[in-house]
Structures are given as C-alpha cells and as structure tokens.
C-alpha cells in the first residue's frame, strides 16, 4: 500500500518537527517547506496528496500560496487543510473559499486532524492511525 505525501507548509521549525514525527509516526511520506514560495516549488517537486498549509508565511502568506495553487492546473486539485494562529473569524472563510478543504486554529487536536486526513484520503484509511493524545 503506498503511502500518503503530506507537505506541510509552516515557518515555525519546532512545529513542522513536530509534524513531521506526528505524520511518520501515522505511515505518511512527509515533504516540508517554510515560506510561501518554497511551498509551491516543493509542491511542484514533490506532487504531494494533501497540503498542511499555515497562513502567516514570510516570502507569501498561505492566502497567496492557496490562490497559486488553485491557478496551477496540475496542483488545483491537491487538498490544503490550514492551520493557522490567526483569528478565525473571517480567515476562516476567506481560506476555505480560496480553495482550503478545512481550517484549524492551532494548536490543533492531534486525533481531530488525523480524523481529517483521513476523511480526506480514504484510500489510505487503513494505514493512517491515530496516535494517543
């Protein structure tokens, strides 16, 4: 069974650390990038399955990384779930109607995102388990 490719697009390095054994640990490939524009060359590179894309990114914020991916006809239709430190009130939709399938305040419920990625990748359902809280 193949693994699922997350990147996970975050400039904080103790998070994406954190995500990166998080999501290892769960049988996903993992793919990391720090600032918007690494995140689409990365994206390009790597042609991952979902996006973990956080909004406050130096070099484009994930407002400006969600719109590039939606104009890319080979990246439109990979899934981006944001988690963000923002405010959610009106960052929230502003993020799902740019192209987000799902927006999480951080610091995020480790179970609830897993729940999401697997929902979101069904194929990979029997290979992605939840670590204990």
Known sequence: MTKPKILVVDD???LLRAMR??????NCE???????????ATAQKERPDLIILDLGLPAGDGFAVLERLQNNNQLAGIPVIVLSAR???GNEERA???GASMFFQKPVDNEELMNV?????PQWHPAVVPLPS
């Open 12 to 14: 904080d390095p103790d």
């Open 21 to 26: 054994l998080r999501l290892r640990a769960n």
């Open 30 to 40: 993992i793919a990391t990038a720090a600032d918007g524009y690494s995140a689409i």
């Open 87 to 89: 405010d959610p009130q």
């Open 96 to 98: 799902l109607k740019a």
């Open 117 to 121: 990625i697997r929902v979101t990748l």
